[in-house]
């Protein structure tokens, strides 16, 4: 038994463990977001009939918007299952557990990181462990839904932890993992630039960017004599230009509420000029840029894990609530980070609400029955409280990050 650790440490969990994995065994057969399980079902027989290199052109399924660590995913998962070569969605529930499985495994691999962070503290390392495997916002987005949000997160925690034991150039290459997997991992560059940065100035900033780089690049590699590179990029161009140009997709923060405001709950376009050729897309822009400079000059002048964990929360909160077209999951990576903190009590006031109303907003976006949808309509009042305390522990994060001082007792 390691040092520290007692038998209701242990008992925490593998009570969790169970009752983590009886959870997922429950959600992983069901139908989840059946449009969104679809087209990654396409995209995995696209991979299957087709061939890995060809996934980023022209597909069945649509425009792939993941980066090239899904795609070796679902080659995976091709190789795994021969039916892919055949099969086009998920109404097989074998096929839909196959599909969730990634995502699921990788909530474990989130829970054990956790706990490896908290290691200096055995019982809020349990805590943290068993809180990850039984968050709703956890097991509802990959077990159930099918997305794979977790996976871009447990790379990014990588990267936290090997940056907490200055090993950078670890860190930096699960940083590219990550960013390699989902675009959503942009929140997290300007916070581990501004680590580094503290940590050896303008060359250990150019280390970790060759790295990175090297890592990206080998990454690419399979796609990059059809193309797949600039595909990618017009793939979430036609993306951002398209289907997602709006101020917010479901995501509680103020642009919903202007849309609650201004439209009754319905989309308004985020690219429509207003004053000259600036737009709503714009002024959020520069919030972000604003703000993210601020987090990344807070860590700087404090090099300390504390101040990084602040930092990444911060920043995929500031995306969340400042940017359009931020869809509800977006905030999810928060939620794990400030797991790291959970020993602190302001820390862990402002996880426990964001935990609660994040959860009601992804319910409320992709509601699991009838239900669901009626006692958390995607518009209206609740939407709007929601929108109020997200944006509040969006503010109560930015503020622990940018005190003068340490806000988290140093470990």
């Given amino acids: 038994m390691p040092?520290?650790?007692?038998?209701a440490d242990w008992l925490i969990v593998i009570v969790a463990l169970v009752a983590g994995l009886a959870i997922r065994a429950w959600l992983l057969p069901m139908d989840g977001l059946r449009g969104d399980l679809d087209q990654f079902v396409g995209w995995v027989h696209h991979i299957a009939t087709r061939g890995l290199g060809s996934l980023y052109g022209e597909t069945d399924a649509g425009p792939v918007s993941f980066g090239p660590v899904m795609a070796y995913v679902w080659a995976a998962l091709a190789a795994i299952q021969p039916a892919f070569v055949t099969v086009t969605d998920a109404s097989d529930p074998a096929i839909r557990v196959l599909m969730k499985l990634p995502a699921t495994?990788?909530?474990?691999?989130?829970?054990a990181l956790v706990a490896f962070a908290l290691r200096d503290r055995p019982r809020w390392a349990a805590i943290g462990f068993a809180v990850v495997l039984l968050h709703p916002v956890v097991f509802y987005v990959s077990s159930w839904w099918g997305q794979y949000d977790s996976i871009f997160v447990l790379t990014a925690l990588g990267a936290l932890v090997a940056a907490s034991e200055r090993r950078n150039g670890l860190a930096a290459a699960l940083l590219a993992v990550s960013l390699m997997t989902k675009p959503q991992a942009i929140p997290?560059?300007?916070?581990?630039?501004?680590?580094?940065?503290a940590a050896g100035g303008i060359r250990e900033v150019a280390r970790a960017t060759a790295i990175g780089l090297t890592?990206?690049?080998?990454l690419w590699l399979p796609f990059v004599a059809e193309g797949g590179p600039l595909d990618y990029v017009d793939n979430l161009r036609a993306y951002s230009s398209g289907v997602f140009a709006i101020l917010s997709v479901r995501a509680w923060n103020p642009w919903w509420l202007l849309q609650e405001v201004a439209a009754g709950g319905d989309f308004i376009r985020d690219d429509v000029a207003f004053l000259g050729p600036l737009t709503l897309r714009h002024i959020g822009y520069g919030a972000t840029v604003l703000l993210s400079a601020a987090i990344g000059l807070a860590i700087i002048r404090h090099p300390r894990r504390e101040r990084l964990v602040l930092g990444l929360a911060a920043s995929v909160l500031t995306f969340f609530t400042f940017m359009t077209q931020m869809h509800e999951r977006y905030a999810y990576a928060a939620v794990?980070?400030?797991?790291?903190?959970?020993?602190?009590r302001r820390a862990y006031v402002v996880w426990l609400v964001l935990g609660v109303v994040l959860t009601l907003n992804l319910l409320s976006a992709a509601p699991a029955n009838a239900l669901i949808?009626?006692?958390?309509?995607?518009?209206g009042p609740i939407s709007i409280v929601g929108s109020i305390f997200l944006t509040v522990c969006t503010i109560a994060v930015l503020a622990l990050a940018l005190r003068r001082r340490a806000a988290i007792p140093v470990t």
């Fill in 188 to 197: 997290f560059v300007i916070p581990f630039a501004a680590w580094f940065w």
């Fill in 373 to 379: 949808q009626r006692t958390l309509p995607h518009s």
């Fill in 105 to 111: 495994l990788a909530d474990f691999g989130l829970a």
């Fill in 336 to 344: 794990v980070f400030l797991l790291v903190l959970l020993y602190d």
């Fill in 3 to 7: 040092a520290g650790w007692r038998r």
């Fill in 215 to 218: 890592m990206v690049v080998v």
